[in-house]
């Protein structure tokens, strides 16, 4: 499978507790991008690395977020002392950069209980 | 503020029908706009896409219709069958290297 993947598909945690996220972009692409759904919404962007720099950052993105690509390969999105507010479904892509993003991963869905 | 608004929220199509949902943007700087797919449990897919220097682009069942002077563009699912029953959303971005900036989706359900 040659996809976008992401670890862990579902975590559920307590407000207060810090979560990580992974995401394996397809081996080629040195875009990697994170953005965040909630139910009926469309996907909003959090943000992009140009292989391990990070580009941009929303404004959504909160001090409690970071994300890291580190050897421009794999990314983790940190959240800490989550709030329920942060339940959503996070979800990675990844691009060559000139061909736009084709398909995402399938997504992390995070429950704060 | 919504920088891409998408409608409707919700269509019931008959197997065989035609499927339209529109799309509508502000910021005249955008110049790539994609159509996602998504189904349920899985992230979005790539459709479709244009670029303002073409009014139209015809993929398969698949239509845009992009009119640059309204800052509208439209997907048009042809003969719609039940397979199709999904989420859509536009989208825009300065680039297609950028961030993109998605519609609010277009939940479509195709009856056969």
């Known amino acids: 499978d040659t996809g976008v993947s992401q670890n862990p598909r579902h975590k559920i945690t307590k407000r207060g ?17 994170w953005y965040r759904q909630t139910l009926g919404q469309g996907p909003e962007f959090l ?17 409690r977020f970071s994300a890291e690509r580190p050897k ?16 959503a479904m996070y979800l990675c892509a990844s691009s ?15 429950t704060v209980t | 503020q919504q920088q891409v608004k998408q409608s409707p929220q919700s269509l019931i199509v008959q197997k065989g029908g035609i499927s ?4 509508a943007y502000e910021n005249t700087a955008f110049d790539y706009f994609p159509w996602y797919q998504q189904f349920p449990g899985k992230g979005p897919a790539l459709l479709i896409a244009i670029r303002p220097d073409v ?7 698949f239509t845009i219709s992009f009119n640059k002077s309204a800052k509208q563009f439209s997907l048009h699912i042809m003969d719609s069958q039940p397979g199709a029953s999904a989420t859509y959303f ?6 297609t290297g950028n961030q993109f900036y998605f519609g609010t989706g277009t939940s479509l359900t195709v009856i056969p």
């Open chain 1, 17 to 33: 507790q810090n979560v990580t996220f992974r995401c394996d972009p397809i081996s080629e692409h040195n875009r990697l991008y």
């Open chain 1, 47 to 63: 943000t992009y690395f140009q292989n391990e720099a990070q580009l941009e950052k929303s404004r959504l993105l909160s001090d």
């Open chain 1, 72 to 87: 421009g390969s794999f990314s983790t999105l940190e959240i800490q002392r989550t709030e329920q507010g942060d339940s």
């Open chain 1, 96 to 110: 060559s950069g000139t061909g736009g993003i084709r398909c995402f991963g399938p997504g992390t869905r995070l």
């Open chain 2, 20 to 23: 339209i949902i529109n799309c």
């Open chain 2, 55 to 61: 009014s139209e682009k015809k993929e398969g069942r």
């Open chain 2, 90 to 95: 536009c989208a825009a971005s300065i680039n």
